[in-house]
């Protein structure tokens, strides 16, 4: 199971053939933490700038994404 995942922002646009659809611009990343005294676990965000969204989309890393 990975500790973080990319954080990113749902774009709409239309593409050559009239069709719109969706790509997802990366933010940031949210990674799992586990507490030192009861084990129990939460999440942190690091975004990468500023964002004014109403939405952030979480997926696991891609094969290409940089482990950290």
């Not at 922002?9 to 005294?37: I, L, S, Y």
């Amino acid at each position: 199971m990975t500790n973080h995942y990319v954080a990113t922002v749902p774009v709409k646009f239309t593409d050559n053939e009239g069709q719109e659809r969706t790509r997802f611009q990366r933010v940031g990343a949210m990674f799992r933490n586990t507490r030192n005294g009861d084990g129990s676990e939460f999440f942190s965000l690091k975004l990468d700038f500023p964002v004014a969204v109403q939405e952030l989309v979480m997926f696991p890393p891609s094969s290409k994404e940089p482990q950290e």
